[in-house]
């Protein structure tokens, strides 16, 4: 262990006092007037009371395992990078508080005592996990606890999980959810940086079973926590389609390493051929065929597409390869204008699109209309939800075996190394077409599903931004990972409907996030293991053997 720092103590001093200066502010009074849920109101804490609480016992954790009784966990829990992260969340996180105080009551005089004592907590905090040694930690993911206790850990964290999203969904604060979603992201980047996800994930793997019935249960269970809301439905109908598209997506950017910036059109074709397969008085061909049949036949004719794009250009790479791509997303747009009966044959009905796509109808069961299930109403947004539900599990398990088989290791081991794949026996061009077609078909099936929903199709939604913010869903989230991709896609998805009112700033914020995240955590928010490594100059020896195992298991 290399030692950093030379005042431990004081380190553990501060981290401490830090976290208790921050669980302290959420009791305390934060605004003269009763503004952003009332926190003028001492020990009854709200919004952003309760939020700098749960910064403070994390902090307080960390600096337990710093410099107290849980000192055991040190060589596997990195206090110091944890502690910083979390210091510098809270304190950002106190200094947009103090803006919005003034924003909201006209002037800083409002701010109380409790916004004030956060700002200090956080820069304490801050400086203990600076001052703290920097010592290399074991892998935590072995630790276990009790198997009762892991399950309960299992339990909280997937019922945290439906809270969190319930309760974000139902703030109409702007300045309540960006607090929020800034909070949420800091306990993320600190978990993940400290090492503790490296343990939650053992825990998982150990509990497999019980993780994924968990998470099924709560994902199902979450339309029942809206009463009845089509808006709030509605948006996380949106974040699931996104989510699948980026999910293949992730196959062509995080597995293969090819950069693609014209993806929205293979989610644009599976839209047209949902809607021109619909019973829409506005659609153009004749068959209509089950709607399970029309989710396959969107998956293939995406796919095809993404052949016929794959085949005469993956022999570039790089810079070049992203510019056929992004040609290619502008040819698929241009195309479906023409299409029109004049310029071309009549099939999408040109910049007037196909528009009154009726709801979907299984057995009976029409999507349109709201159903009472279990006393609780499940507006036409909820009903969709469980059908996108369904998709997405489809997707991840395809995305899963596929990562972990012997051609995701080839895309891997084509990502790091093209030359040397090559040189070690790997199909390098067969592999580059299968995750052309492959990202694409599931992008497909998605666009099926979105005509349905948003009951029209038209060529202005899918434009090159589309597929930036799904690119940055990837990179933000972290490439080659189902979790982090969920995430990323979740808050790009989610911000820009809950915050129209910074429509003008959005792409400014956006840039922001993304050189914030490519200098702070350029692997992604939750990163795969290889990535991990790649990012970290003291593992270049482990690095190499990874990228040695991946060329010999995808020969």
Do not use: C
Request: proline content about 3%; charged content about 15%.
């Amino acid at each position: 262990m290399s030692t950093l720092s030379r005042n431990p103590r004081l380190a553990g001093i501060l981290a401490m006092a830090g976290s208790v200066l921050l669980i302290l502010s959420g009791l305390l009074s934060w605004s003269y007037e009763a503004i952003l849920g009332d926190i003028s109101v001492r020990f009854w804490p709200v919004t952003l009371q309760v939020y700098a609480i749960v910064m403070g016992v994390l902090a307080l954790l960390l600096a337990l395992v710093a410099a107290g009784p849980l000192h055991r966990w040190a060589e596997h829990i990195d206090a110091a990078r944890g502690l910083r992260t979390i210091g510098v969340t809270a304190a950002l996180f106190a200094a947009v508080a103090l803006v919005a105080i003034t924003h909201e009551t006209g002037g800083l005089i409002n701010a109380n005592e409790g916004v004030w004592i956060a700002l200090v907590g956080g820069l304490l905090v801050t400086a203990g996990g600076y001052l703290r040694p920097e010592t290399k930690v074991l892998d935590p993911a072995e630790v276990a606890l009790p198997a009762w206790l892991e399950i309960v850990v299992i339990t909280l964290l997937v019922g945290v999980g439906l809270y969190t999203a319930q309760y974000a969904l139902k703030q109409a604060d702007p300045w309540v959810l960006v607090l929020l979603v800034g909070m949420l992201i800091g306990v993320t980047l600190t978990a993940t940086r400290s090492n503790i996800t490296s343990w939650i994930g053992g825990v998982t793997m150990r509990h497999h079973r019980v993780f994924m019935l968990a998470t099924f249960v709560v994902v199902l269970a979450f339309p029942f926590t809206q009463g009845g809301s089509e808006a709030n439905l509605n948006i996380a109908g949106n974040v699931l389609i996104f989510a699948a598209t980026a999910l293949g997506l992730n196959i062509v950017v995080g597995l293969a390493g090819l950069l693609d910036l014209g993806y929205i059109a293979f989610l644009g074709a599976g839209a047209y051929v949902g809607a021109t397969m619909s019973y829409s008085a506005f659609a153009t061909i004749g068959w209509k065929p089950p709607f399970l049949v029309v989710m396959l036949i969107g998956g293939i004719v995406s796919s095809i597409l993404g052949l016929i794009i794959g085949s005469p250009t993956l022999r570039v790479s790089g810079d070049y390869l992203a510019i056929v791509t992004l040609a290619f997303g502008e040819i698929f747009r241009l195309a479906m204008f023409n299409l029109d009966g004049q310029s071309g044959p009549m099939i999408t009905r040109g910049s007037n699109g196909i528009n009154a796509i009726p709801d979907l109808n299984f057995f009976g069961f029409n999507f349109g209309q709201t159903h009472n299930i279990l006393g609780i109403d499940i507006p036409r947004a909820g009903n969709y939800y469980f059908v996108l539900i369904a998709l997405i599990v489809f997707v991840i398990v395809v995305f899963s075996h596929l990562n972990n088989s012997r051609i995701g290791r080839g895309w891997v081991a084509i990502r790091e190394d093209e030359r040397a794949a090559e040189a070690m026996g790997v199909n390098v061009f067969g592999l580059k077409i299968l995750a052309f077609a492959g990202g694409a078909s599931l992008a497909g099936m998605a666009g099926t599903v979105k005509a349905h929903m948003d009951q029209a199709v038209s060529p202005d939604s899918y434009i090159f931004l589309e597929s930036a913010f799904l690119l940055a869903a990837v990179v933000l989230g972290g490439m080659g990972t189902v979790g982090g991709v969920l995430v990323g896609a979740a808050i790009l998805k989610f911000l820009p409907e809950k915050l129209r009112f910074l429509d003008d700033y959005r792409l400014l914020m956006f840039g922001l996030v993304l050189v914030i995240m490519m200098r702070v955590r350029p692997e992604g928010l939750i990163a795969s293991k290889r990535r991990q490594l790649e990012f970290h100059d003291d593992d270049e020896e482990l690095a190499e053997t990874v990228v040695i195992d991946e060329l010999e298991a995808a020969k």
